[in-house]
């Protein structure tokens, strides 16, 4: 479904973000995952290549999402390897539970830098080249909390409502150049994260849900292959949710 498409997953070295490399490389694309550190991208590389994954069809690279400088300099390096850019993930983020009354000073900055000034600044580098093409897709990751919040750690959700007003502002402003921009809402997916919960954490959890599951990352890359592929040529300014119908 991507046969020959270059692609930019951030976040690609664990989770989601691991689950959608590797469903873009077996869907044909040429994949540039982006971790935080570059021990954590060479080791996600090897996992690769362990699985059978050909070394000419991945790299990694590890800028500071934020800073457009060393944005900038990140994916020029995979447009002078592979010639063009098609698909921009920006799915790295974290995630916060702390109360209101608890928040630290520059804990609430914190999210926003990477939840959302990466996610702009990503995308800002990244149109310039898809303009240039009058094609590309940039995605980006929400949650299902960016449509209810969550009773604590209200900079995650605040962060994901913001995410929702770019996907939607950009797919209104990139369309002329024949940029689509989308977003994937997941639910709880079992990544490290919630793989960590013990069952009397994970039991309520899983009773609100209808599917009477949680995600698998798999089910999420799913959703960003289809809304990267050409299947979804005229979606855009979509918010997907993958949370198996989740009731708050
Ligand atoms: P994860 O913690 O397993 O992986 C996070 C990824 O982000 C890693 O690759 C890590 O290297 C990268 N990252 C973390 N901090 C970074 C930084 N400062 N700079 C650059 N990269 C950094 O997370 P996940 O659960 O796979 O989540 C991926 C995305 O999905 C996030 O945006 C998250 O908010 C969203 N999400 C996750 C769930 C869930 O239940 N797991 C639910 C809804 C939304």
Known sequence: MLQGKIAIVTGGTRGIGYATVKKFLENGACVALCGSRQETVERALHKLKEEGWDESRMMGLWPVLSDSKSVQEAFDQVVTRWGRLDILVNNAGISQATPLYDYADGE?????????????????????????????????????????????????????????????????????????????????????????????????????????????????????????????????????????????
């Open 108 to 248: 609430f900055e914190k999210i926003l830098d990477l939840n959302v000034t990466a996610v702009f600044v990503c995308s800002k580098v990244a149109a310039a080249y898809m303009r240039k093409q009058q094609a590309g897709v940039i995605l980006n990751t929400s949650s299902m909390v960016s449509f209810y919040g969550q009773p604590s750690g209200v900079g995650y959700p605040t962060s994901k409502f913001a995410v929702n007003g770019m996907t939607r502002s950009l797919a209104r402003e990139l369309g002329k150049d024949g940029i689509r921009v989308n977003a994937v809402a997941p639910g709880v997916t079992a990544t490290d994260m919630v793989a960590a919960l013990k069952p009397e954490q994970i039991e309520p959890i899983i009773a609100r849900i209808p599917l009477r599951r949680v995600g698998q990352p798999e089910e999420v890359a799913n959703a960003f292959l289809f809304l990267a592929s050409d299947l979804a040529s005229y979606v855009s300014g979509a918010i997907l949710s993958v949370d198996g119908a989740t009731q708050v």
